[in-house]
Nanobody, 123 residues
């Protein structure tokens, strides 16, 4: 059982950077694979990046490859998404998620979700 809380969203100009954080409650954080998803207005929630239990294997969508980096600090029960070279099309609500079944690209595989944090990238 875990609760997730995202933070770090905001408004930035294209080309700028943000770092999102996802803080997890409980002492079993290291047992979960973690991921970031995002949802823009009028669109389906889409996969952004995922990380395995110990943080030595990561996965990124093609749209963010080379720009976003996912990481985790199990000692602090926190996952991060470093977002560089932001584009207007990155504008969305970003959600963190946790899964006991390992990192996947499918949102239905994730058992726990945060409330989301808004990222807005201006032109």
């Amino acid at each position: 059982q875990v609760q997730l809380v995202e933070s770090g969203g905001g408004v930035v100009q294209a080309g700028g950077s943000l770092r999102l954080s996802c803080a997890a409650s409980g002492r079993t954080f290291s047992m979960y694979a973690m991921a970031w998803f995002r949802q823009a207005p009028g669109k389906e929630r889409e996969f952004v990046a995922a990380i395995n239990w110990i943080g030595d294997s990561t996965y990124q969508s093609d749209s963010v490859k080379g720009r976003f980096t996912i990481s985790r600090d199990n000692g602090q029960n926190t996952m991060y998404l470093q977002m560089n070279s932001l584009k207007p099309e990155d504008t969305a609500i970003y959600y963190c998620a946790a899964s006991r079944s390992g990192p996947t690209l499918t949102k239905s595989d994730y058992d726990y979700w945060g409330q989301g944090t808004q990222v807005t990238v201006s032109s």
